[in-house]
């Protein structure tokens, strides 16, 4: 449909005319023998109509998805989703409500810049370019060669996972930076006072080749020309290279790097070495998301429905929280 000529057309058009410009595939046969009977059943005139009907049964079968979807929403959380932008909103505001949790709120804009720097992203990175297995397990296997087995791992509930740890809700103080190594490694992991720490780490040349696959503390970097690979300046063959800001596992050191405490304290458990400390931000923290999230976790298990699994997908609803509570910072 090109022009609008062609919703005057008084018939339909031969199945070839049927063609996505986007894929350049057509439809089938059964596809065709459909399209013809509901011209039929429905007496329809021209191309125009049936462009009518197909519009009107799109839009009431999607508000019938998003009646159900209201309903639901109603049910679980006694929230009317039509009165909020955006899922994002929706999961924020129905974690409040049924939490009942106050959050303090930021007055200190250097506070909020404190930790909008520690928020980094999600490390999306290939190691290794290419490998190949050498088992038992394959066709080609080669006994002469040594063994190799490559995993695949895929890793359930990791929003979830979090989110039902102790998160913070009040209370942020600075506190002073002169602390002892010891007294960083001590605090337990379940404490009801949390910390973001500033520091500077050294990342200790005998630990580059074992951790070589996947360093620890990935920062944001500004990457340039020279600091691309071989490989990948090969790969550009001559063409003009933009720099652009990149989340990045290296291993050089660290300065000024903004974590949170259980974070700082496994760096330092597989060897990082702390050179100083410039800041801590201290607060108050409890799991208090945790009703919310295996309130969902519970109801999604319940579902009798594939629309309701995916309403209450896990992974969906506990990003959009994620994301709302970051839009907040």
């Known amino acids: ?97 049924m939490t009942y949790q106050l959050l303090e709120l930021f007055t200190d804009i250097n506070m909020h810049m404190f930790v909008e720097k520690g928020i980094r992203g999600g490390i999306s990175v290939i190691t290794k370019r290419f490998s190949q297995a050498s088992n038992k397990y394959l066709p080609n296997f080669d006994a002469s060669k040594s063994i190799k087995h490559i995993i695949y791992l895929d890793c359930n509930k990791l929003y ?43 990342y200790p040349e005998e630990l580059h080749d074992l951790h070589n696959d996947y360093p620890l503390a990935s920062e944001k970097m500004d990457i340039k020309f020279e600091d691309l690979s071989e490989f990948s300046k090969a790969v550009l063959n001559g063409m003009k290279y933009t720099p652009s800001t990149k989340l990045v596992p290296n291993l050089k050191d660290k300065k000024n790097y903004i974590t949170y405490y259980k974070n700082l304290q496994f760096y330092l458990k597989h060897g990082l070495k702390l050179e100083k ?50 839009r907040e910072i």
Request: one cysteine or more.
């Open 160 to 202: 979830g996972t979090s989110m039902v740890e102790s998160l913070s809700y009040g209370g942020f103080e600075w506190i002073s930076a002169d602390v002892t190594l010891d007294w960083i490694q001590s605090i337990p992991q379940d404490n009801s006072e949390g910390y973001i720490f500033e520091v500077d780490l050294k």
């Open 1 to 97: 449909m090109d022009s609008h000529q062609k919703f005057d057309q008084e018939r339909l058009p031969s199945i070839d005319s049927f063609e996505s410009t986007l894929t350049g595939s057509g439809i089938s046969d059964e596809d065709y023998r459909h399209a013809q009977t509901v011209w039929n059943y429905f007496n329809l005139k021209n191309m125009g109509e049936y462009h009518d009907l197909y519009v009107k049964c799109d839009v009431l079968q999607l508000s019938d998805v998003f009646e159900n979807f209201r309903k639901l929403c109603q049910h679980f959380y006694g929230l009317d989703c039509v009165h909020l932008f955006r899922a994002p909103r929706l999961a924020w505001q129905s974690s409040l409500k």
């Open 277 to 326: 400390v410039h800041k801590i931000l201290k607060f108050q923290q409890k799991p208090w998301l945790k009703k919310y999230i295996m309130f969902n976790t519970e109801q999604r298990k319940n579902s009798k429905s594939a629309f309701e699994k995916k309403s209450l997908e896990r992974r969906r609803l506990q990003k959009e929280w994620l994301d709302r509570s970051l």
